[in-house]
């Protein structure tokens, strides 16, 4: 096709699937409307060799485009090529080309096309040359979806080698935290205003930032895995919710491109479920564990540390949780209501605080009281454990009685992390020893390169273990049983609790 009015478009994917199944799914054409939103109707007329006629109703901004063309295979080549042969686009001509790429293979789709109607051409040309690239862009996406469901649903059948490692989604916790972490990447960066940056961070698409390859374990297996970047601060769930649950389906989403076998939520992104009445895993195919499991088991560990520390006799202390109605303190709490002698639940929302205090009540060895935040709860704690997530400080240093034990296990923290006081011991409790360090790019707020997140480091172990699985699923129950089993396997492969840090400092 020779002329001046030709109109040629390219659009490509990388795809994570071997060369045969591409090419295996794009003669499939009838299958091509349950995944393709663009695709109203797609069916094979006739087949012969290497030659497929193929009939297409597509629909793009209500304007409906069918057409029939003859599809060429060359299975050589790794390539497709097809022409239209009657209906609305009889001046349209194309090519599937499959490409080697470091991540995959490349599905290239080259058109052309020639739009010759009469007195509205200079309107119709570059109209139907955006219908038709979003057209393809559509196929190439939902090529990718479907591959990717039926990498999974392989996985489910009893395939084992379909997916591996784990996926750890992370987010910044304040434009400061932003700030510093732009500048560790590049020292000379000047960073611009604040309005500027934060709308221009809620518009970037979430990404994958580094690959965690040979994540060894004690036992000396080794697990391959990627830390993917969830582009909203806390402040941002509060202000467009679901523009931040977007972001972080859109990051498991990404995790599913490599094949990963689970992935874990860090932070605010593990609490959305709550927030929205919609749970981040319905929309995905990759198993998403939220790490609180294993963050309670290390909370509850340091706390039996730091009273071995501090000669303070956990069984006959008062305890205030606070954060009582969160995942992590649910699981902490039903651990606690049988070893301490008072647990008070500090919680928002009455009516969960009602129904958790009521279950804990029956058969427990600690009274257990229900309360609203203040300083006169706080104060009378021997143990302030805090579990909840907010976005900024908001528990005065002053409220903590002398000698208490503060564990924080918040991120980012409920206690002003550069407040001080000499009297009491505060440190944060959601920090694991790892067997195998890991550098990441930017700053996490972790103290060393040997320390890691609870939440994080659960999805390592589930890989290691290969359970590819919900094991701390969305609004799921924390019980005793899934904390001993998880902090049973965290042991098996070098995971422990930290040591107490707190502000960034090692505490003596």
Not at 263 to 273: K, N, P, R
Not at 427 to 452: C, E, H, R, V, Y
Not at 457 to 482: Q, V
Request: proline share 4%; net charge positive; hydrophobic share 40%.
């Amino acid at each position: 096709m020779q002329d001046s009015d030709l109109i040629e478009i390219k659009v490509s994917r990388v795809l994570h699937a071997e060369k045969w199944k591409i090419i295996r799914l794009l003669t499939r054409v009838a299958e091509f409307p349950s995944f393709v939103p663009t695709v109203k109707e797609a069916s094979i007329v006739r087949k012969n060799h290497n030659k497929i006629t193929t009939r297409w109703h597509i629909q793009v901004d209500s304007v409906p485009i069918k057409w029939v063309e003859e599809d060429t295979l060359d299975l050589k080549h790794n390539s497709i090529r097809f022409k239209a042969v009657e209906g609305d686009l009889t001046n349209f001509e194309g090519s599937w080309v499959l490409k080697d790429h470091s991540e995959g293979n490349e599905l290239i789709a080259n058109v052309r096309l020639k739009i010759d109607i009469p007195v509205i051409k200079n309107f119709a040309q570059p109209y139907i040359s955006k219908m038709v690239t979003r057209n393809f862009e559509a196929i190439l996406e939902g090529l990718e979806s479907r591959l990717i469901s039926l990498r999974y649903l392989s996985y489910q059948k009893g395939d084992t080698n379909k997916i591996a490692g784990f996926g750890i989604i992370g987010h910044l916790y304040n434009f400061c935290h932003l700030e510093k972490s732009l500048k560790l990447l590049n020292p000379d960066f000047k960073m611009p205003s604040r309005e500027f940056i934060g709308q221009l961070f809620h518009v970037t698409p979430s990404f994958k930032l580094y690959d965690i390859k040979n994540f060894k374990s004690k036992t000396g297996q080794t697990v391959n895995g990627c830390f993917i970047v969830a582009t909203f601060i806390p402040d941002m769930v509060e202000t467009d919710i679901w523009g931040v649950y977007s972001k972080v389906v859109k990051a498991c989403k990404i995790a599913e491109k490599y094949g990963i076998g689970v992935v874990t939520l860090g932070g605010f992104a593990s609490i959305l479920s709550d927030k929205t009445e919609h749970k981040v895993a319905s929309e995905i195919n990759v198993p998403l564990t939220t790490g609180d499991s294993f963050t309670a088991a290390l909370v509850l560990d340091g706390i039996d540390r730091a009273c071995a520390k501090r000669t303070k006799d956990l069984s006959k202390a008062k305890v205030v949780l606070i954060g009582g109605t969160s995942e992590i303190g649910c699981g902490c709490a039903r651990v606690l209501s049988e070893r301490v002698k008072q647990l008070t639940l500090v919680a928002f929302s009455k009516e969960r605080l009602k129904a958790i205090c009521a279950e804990l009540s029956r058969g427990r060895k600690a009274k257990i009281i229900p309360a609203t935040l203040s300083q006169y709860v706080v104060e009378e704690a021997d143990i302030v454990v805090v579990t909840a997530n907010t976005s900024a400080s908001y528990l005065p240093i002053e409220w903590f009685k002398g000698g208490s034990i503060v564990c924080d296990a918040g991120y980012p923290k409920n206690v002003n992390y550069y407040a001080r006081r000499k009297d009491i011991f505060i440190f944060s409790g959601d920090l694991a020893q790892s067997p195998t360090p890991i550098d990441f790019p930017i700053d996490m707020g972790l103290p060393d390169k040997n320390i890691i997140y609870g939440s994080f480091a659960e999805g390592i172990i589930l890989a290691l273990e290969k359970r590819f699985e919900s094991f701390s699923p969305e609004n799921g129950e924390i019980t005793p049983e899934k904390i001993n089993l998880i902090r049973e396997l965290g042991k098996k492969h070098g995971f422990t609790v930290a040591d107490f840090y707190w502000s960034g400092r090692l505490l003596e």
